[in-house]
């Protein structure tokens, strides 16, 4: 479960159909991506897409929290 990144968006400007300020979403890991200040987001679409990681915070969150936001309870 400690594999598992998650950030909340801050800034939605230029994606509003993709993001939706202040939710929670996963970051899935890319070296390139982060080489590049960008993060690779799982967006409203269901898919992961890159997006400028300026626009999120990256969070810790409790374990029972990651379980339900990946569908495991």
Known sequence: MENY???V???N???PASLELHKIYR???DEEAKL???LRIIDESGEDYLYPATYFSLIELPINVKKSLLGLT
């Open 9 to 11: 968006c801050l800034n």
């Open 5 to 7: 990144q998650f950030a």
């Open 13 to 15: 400007q230029n994606y």
């Open 27 to 29: 970051v899935i890991p």
């Open 36 to 38: 590049d200040e960008d």
